[in-house]
């Protein structure tokens, strides 16, 4: 009796068999933007630098990190991050510490002397830029690079501007801010410095002798407090304090002074008070859980003693027998939609007195814009400009506080580098704009996150308080080594492929291919399963419903 032939058995090859025909969705391999990418203001690719840093490849994270920034080692201490707020890893155990690691590889790129690339080619276009804090030295950086002929016209006697007249030490240390300057100077900006641009007929002297002309003269008038009389020897605008703080000059306000304001700036203020042996107060009209400073300055002014008294507002304030008396009273804050805008609403009966020696108003600056009538308009509080960054003058651009109310400086340095790419744009060299973030930006559910055991986050150390309050020395400090490639370990690469060869290996249907460098989807062996996307460990393959 003869067997009967098995049905599983066949004479003929798999390849014969279009499994792909069964398909309703697709699996897509491509790179992805991150989250972090997603709300950088830089549009920095994290991703990809965290995972050189994994690798080892220092000098290639910090390539990637300067080709949208040039200030890491200043970004990684003082920005204010919104790419871990928007880190996949927080659903799955704490943020990548991305702040830090951007610090680790800038600070080991001044120790090792790395220098940028000087460009390839030289233009016989000019442009200047006219400010010298981080808008402008972003878009002379991203310009020069290009090979333009860049003019850089400073009014102050040192470049930096916030960076060195408006930060304390103890957030960022000269001399990393002084290192990072020079690497752009060094690709042979010309800088002039004590060179204010005054008024509309300067301006204009420059746009005729340049091709192009930036504005990053930022905001610099601050804001008057009402009721405050700025003419009392007892009162100092946080500015001029912060200025003459960070210069070294003697304070000689009193032994208790009041800081009205809750941004960053007053934080600053507190807590440079606080090292020269001041008692102070922070009065602010936010609650504490809306105060705009970041988190860990308000934190750490709490603990070198700052006192909060907020939810209030100063209605007055005059000279007694013992020092100052300023008449206050509880709010009800109400946020805006924008930034900067809000309302408030005084609480019938909740009148109190603060006793001071000295106010410090530190509630914001604006743009000063009049200098310039005829030349630029305005918007408000700031420049007009469209979304190329030009003014109503055409080949004008302006960016930086001057142009925005994001005031934070990263913003600003990624506002520079926009700017640099439409001056380009606007020259003639046909640049195109970078459309990367306008992919879909992978969501924590495309990751395949059994890949990943809880780890805690790798925290840099602090000083201890009360070595703080004895010097201006730097606050927070980097992350060991091996803590470094430990935290690096931690991020999900969310878009970018780790050729972990997953999608290969797990695939039925052998309908994957190994690349030099990746994979690709052969659509006729394809049955749509989905095996591929349910075990990327970083979401760079997708399925998308066929239409």
Known sequence: ??????????????????????????????????????????????????????????????????????????????????????????????????????????????????????PDTERSESVAVIGGGPAGLSAAYQLRRRGYQVSLYESKDQLGGLLRYGIPAYRLEKAILDGEIQRILDLGVDVHLNAEVGDADALKALHDKHDAVYLATGASRSKALPGLDYSQPWVMDSADFLAATNAGEE???????????????????????????????????????????????????????????????????????????????????????????????????????????????????????????????????????GSDWQTATPGVFAGGDLASMDRFVTQAIGMGKQAAVEIARYIGSGEDRDTFPELTIVPYKAISSDYYPDVARHVPANTDVAGRLENFNEVQQRLEHTDALAEAERCFSCGTCIFCDNCYLYCPDMAITKLENGYEVKSDYCKGCGLCVAECPTGSVMMYEEG
């Open 1 to 118: 009796m003869s067997s009967q032939p098995s049905p599983l058995w066949t004479h003929t090859p798999s390849s014969v068999r279009m499994t792909g025909t069964w398909r309703s969705a697709s699996p897509d391999y491509r790179t992805l933007p991150s989250p972090c990418l997603g709300a950088c203001p830089v549009d920095g690719r994290i991703a990809v630098w965290v995972r050189q840093v994994k690798e080892k490849d220092y000098r290639g994270a910090w390539l990637t990190l300067a080709d949208n920034n040039p200030f890491p080692a200043i970004a990684g201490r003082i920005c204010h991050h919104p790419c871990e707020s928007a880190c996949n890893r927080q659903y799955l155990d704490e943020t990548v510490g991305i702040c830090s690691l951007e610090r680790f590889v800038g600070d080991m790129a001044l120790a090792e002397g790395w220098a940028f690339d000087k």
């Open 251 to 385: 304070c000689t306000l009193g032994k208790r002074i009041v800081v009205i304001g809750g941004g960053s700036a007053a934080m600053d203020v507190a807590r440079t008070a606080r090292r020269l042996g001041r008692e102070v107060t922070v009065l602010s009209l936010e609650p504490e859980d809306q105060l705009p400073a970041q988190r860990v300055e308000v934190d750490e002014a709490m603990e070198e003693d700052v006192t909060f008294v907020t939810g209030a507002m100063m209605q007055s304030a005059g000279a007694n027998g013992d020092g100052l008396v300023l008449n206050c009273i509880k709010v009800n804050f109400q946020a805006g939609e924008k930034r900067g805008v809000f309302t408030i609403d005084p609480i019938d009966g909740s009148e109190f007195t603060l006793s001071a020696d000295a106010v410090i108003p530190s509630i914001g600056q604006d743009a000063d814009i009049t200098r310039w009538q005829g030349v630029v308009a305005d918007d408000g509080p700031v420049v007009g400009t």
